[in-house]
């Protein structure tokens, strides 16, 4: 160590790779902590003086751990750090960076949505945990960060039976390809992609199997990627009489069930207009996704067990079906003796053939 002409301090520090850097400090005291850190940084296996930002980090981030996701998922990621993250911490180094940025960042979505909480912070997370893997950084500033949760009620998550017979009767005279839509999601449990994704020539002997989904690129037309979210989507599902009255009904005009007016594949803007037409018509609030949750709460009601259920509704872990069946109210209880009846006098033969299907 030594007193330089301004009179600062220097000290020299030889990492493990035996590369010597210089440390500097207005006092003894000063520099002998700067050295520490530097030894600190080098045996935790830290890029010692590496100068990398998070904008810097965030672009090769993408093209090495993202650029195999589907384009809807890749494009959540993006809106979550472009709109969100970058504007506020693209300019500064990965190694300055902390907990107390972190909470600026989730100050400023707080008023919005959980899930898009859920999604920046993900983000942000994934984004620290793999710098540290690369050795640009000691600690994860995310650690410990939670989300601000809403006190707004809950919104509705299913239709209740009537409500579905209700909303069926009321789109009779509809689009028929807004009728064919809902009924996929709310008799087979197809998830909105899937739905979309599915072609004629997967309905056999009164059965659908899920075979691709199409999401929407930036430009609002399909993804030639027509992957499944998981292998656990992939299924063979039976067709309930309502909705193979409901397919009969359908005109073929394309290779997919779903189509735009034309026959050619659905686009995002030609599904927004045929939803709209479901708003319109609709006696009840409806979203697309209430559909599929009214499917598991119908599995649930009609006695389907657990590891079935998980089948028919393409999760690829139990637990998420075990927290649909979870969630139904206590009103169930007071009818399981309907069940225990139906179960005795041996008139549970849907359930039966639900469970050959999955054995299959």
């Known amino acids: 160590m030594k007193k ?14 035996g590369k010597q850097i210089i440390v500097y400090g207005r006092t003894i005291a000063e520099v002998t902590q ?28 993408f093209v090495t751990y993202k650029a195999n996701l589907r384009s809807n998922t890749l494009n959540s ?8 993250i970058g504007p506020y911490l693209a300019a500064m180094k990965l190694k300055d960076l902390r907990p107390v940025n972190i909470r600026e960042i989730m100050q400023n979505v707080s008023g919005l ?15 620290f945990t793999t710098a540290r893997q690369n050795g640009l950084i000691v600690s994860d500033p995310t650690d410990g960060i939670k989300i601000t949760p809403h006190s707004r009620p809950k919104r509705k998550e299913y239709l209740t039976l009537e409500e579905q017979n209700d909303l069926i009767s009321a789109l009779a005279n509809a689009d028929p390809r807004a009728r064919c839509f809902v ?8 998830r909105r992609e899937e739905a979309f994704g599915v072609q004629w020539g997967d309905i ?5 199997t899920v075979n691709r989904a199409i999401t929407f690129l930036k430009n609002n037309q399909p993804d030639p990627n027509q992957e499944l979210k998981t292998k656990a989507s992939h299924r063979t599902i039976p067709i309930p009489s309502r909705l193979l009255d409901i397919l009969q009904e359908t005109p073929h005009i394309g290779m997919y069930l779903v189509t735009c007016s034309d026959g050619r594949p659905i686009t995002g803007v030609a599904f927004r207009n ?7 018509l609709s006696p009840c609030e409806v979203r697309p996704h209430m559909l599929r949750h009214s499917y598991a709460t119908n599995l649930y009601r009609a006695g389907i067990d657990l590891k079935t259920a998980q089948y028919l509704l393409g999760h690829s872990s139990i637990q998420m079906t075990a927290n649909i069946y979870t969630h139904i109210g206590k009103e169930d209880a007071l009818s399981s003796i309907v069940q225990l009846e139906q179960y005795l006098s041996g008139s549970n033969q849907e359930t039966e053939d639900l469970q050959e299907v999955v054995k299959k």
């Open 4 to 17: 330089r002409k301004d009179g600062r301090y220097q000290k020299k520090v030889t990492l493990a790779s």
């Open 34 to 61: 700067a050295a520490d850190e530097l030894r600190m940084q080098d045996k935790a296996g830290l890029v010692v003086g590496d100068s990398t930002t998070l904008g810097e980090w965030a672009k090769i981030w």
């Open 77 to 84: 990621y993006l809106n979550a750090y472009n709109v969100h």
């Open 113 to 127: 949505s959980e899930s898009l909480q859920h999604k920046v912070l993900i983000t942000m997370r994934q984004l």
């Open 183 to 190: 009924g996929l999601c709310l008799y087979c449990g197809l």
């Open 204 to 208: 056999s002997d009164g059965k659908l």
């Open 274 to 280: 045929l939803w709209d037409k479901v708003k319109k």
